[in-house]
């Protein structure tokens, strides 16, 4: 099975995904202004490589990235941990075990920045679909659930979500509920709104079966009991440029005044070849869910990334990571004029997946953006603001075969805006 935006297989045995996009992570420990402390870490940085070449189990390695963005590597790094996809919450990390696909493992966090495995949990048993593999895990805003997609139907060509609540003092996890309406060919990563309450996916599938391209947009809704289950919103599709062509969308990233950014790439209906380059459009949710958009094939950007393989949105909500097999660009993001160009490539590497389980992409709060590349195993630093980008000191870092990457915050963020329904954080 072919994706068009990311090149993934969407069959059970290979849905391990991912990192979260744009997940807002509490504290952890003592907090300091953002670049006012140079000898204090501001991030924390955890990428899980294949360390199976040697018949060894995966590992995690682990940075601390100081004001300037240098990285060094933290006590005890590289740890014993046999992860592909990985989420945190500033407290504990999870991951997808690499040997047992269907366990998701938790290590605590240490004041330094140290993981140590403090519980497991079996989601075979979890589920009802008797499918192998989890797929891509995400946290809510305030950390304390889980949401981990699992294969289902009767081919386990499906994907639906298991709803844990994180045991704050343990790290183990506590199974609540599975969504009821599995979405067919779906496996990509939800990402929440600024409130807290919607999550929305897509992923733009090539289905050999049918013979055609599948946009598998998704919607959900988190329950005040922490369930996430379906909703049936109204989601509209721009137009493409052409009548006989439509967008497949793929990709989604939330900013922290309930807007989405979505990749879109433009299919045509007769041949089912691809159009021109990949576009970034952007929504609105309501208070129900529902999703309004005015960007058009006019006035939404082209990508200069190729196949766009992962989105992060920054803390702010103002500018967006974009990264595919051409490399990695940014973008930014304006409530009334909607995404803009910013910068062209930043590197040229090729940012695509080499497995199902992987982000690639992910800001902290003190204004870095954090990029691996799995095939020349790299790993950058920007420092990017809405005025100035300028690489890291040290960046590219060498991180051999890096799969995905997830940072921890260790600043503050002071929002620049207030959700109306929502908390005034962003991810």
């Known amino acids: 099975m072919k994706t068009l935006i990311k090149l993934t297989l969407c069959m059970a045995a290979t849905l391990g995904v991912h990192a979260v996009f744009a997940q807002h992570i509490p504290m952890l420990g003592r907090s300091y202004a953002s670049g006012s402390t140079q000898g204090v870490p501001v991030a924390y ?4 490589v294949n360390n199976n070449l040697g018949g060894s189990p995966n590992q995690v390695e682990g940075f601390a990235a100081a004001w300037n963005g240098a990285l060094t590597p933290i006590p005890g790094s590289p740890f014993a941990a046999d992860l592909t996809g990985m989420v945190l919450n500033g407290k504990y990390l999870f991951g997808i075990n690499n040997d047992q696909p269907n366990e998701i493992d938790s290590f605590s966090i240490g004041w330094n920045g140290a993981l140590k495995q403090v519980a497991k949990e079996d989601t075979y048993s979890d589920s009802p679909y008797g499918c192998i593999g989890v797929g891509s895990m995400i946290l809510d805003h305030l950390g304390a659930n889980l949401y981990a997609p699992v294969g289902a139907g009767g081919t386990c060509d499906s994907t639906a979500y ?25 496996n990509w990563p939800l990402t929440f709104t600024g409130n807290n309450v919607f999550a929305y996916g897509s992923e733009c599938i090539y ?42 969308r793929g990709i989604t990233a939330a900013d922290p005044a309930n807007h989405i950014a979505v990749a879109m790439q433009a299919i045509n209906l007769t041949n089912e070849n691809v159009e021109g380059l990949t576009q970034i459009g952007t929504y609105s949710a309501d208070k ?42 940014i ?19 090729n940012m695509s997946r080499i497995t199902s389980s992987a982000g690639l992409v992910f800001w902290d709060n003190a204004d870095h953006v954090y990029a691996i590349s799995p095939y020349t195993s790299k790993l950058y630093v920007f420092h990017v603001t809405e005025t100035n980008v300028s690489e890291a000191p040290g960046s590219p870092y060498t991180v051999a075969l890096p799969q995905n990457i997830v940072v921890l915050p260790k600043t503050k963020l002071t929002p620049s805006v207030s959700p109306e329904d929502g908390d005034g954080d962003k991810d």
């Open 288 to 329: 129900y869910g529902n999703l309004y958009t005015n960007s058009t094939y006019a006035n939404m950007p082209v990508t200069e990334v190729g196949t766009v393989s992962d989105m992060s949105m920054a803390p702010s909500g103002r500018l967006l990571a974009v990264v595919g097999d051409g490399g990695l660009q």
């Open 45 to 48: 940085i955890y990428v899980s």
């Open 162 to 186: 298991l709803s844990y609540f994180i045991e704050g003092a343990t790290g183990q996890l506590k199974y609540l509920a599975h969504s009821q309406v599995p979405k067919f060919l779906y």
């Open 207 to 248: 289905d050999y079966r049918g013979g055609a391209y599948l946009d598998t947009f998704t919607s959900m809704r988190r329950k005040s009991d922490g369930t996430l289950n379906d909703l049936a919103a109204s989601v509209p599709t721009p137009a493409a440029k052409y009548s006989d062509s439509f967008y497949c």
């Open 331 to 349: 973008f930014k993001l304006d409530t009334d004029d909607g995404i803009r160009h910013y910068t062209d490539l930043l590197t040229h590497d």
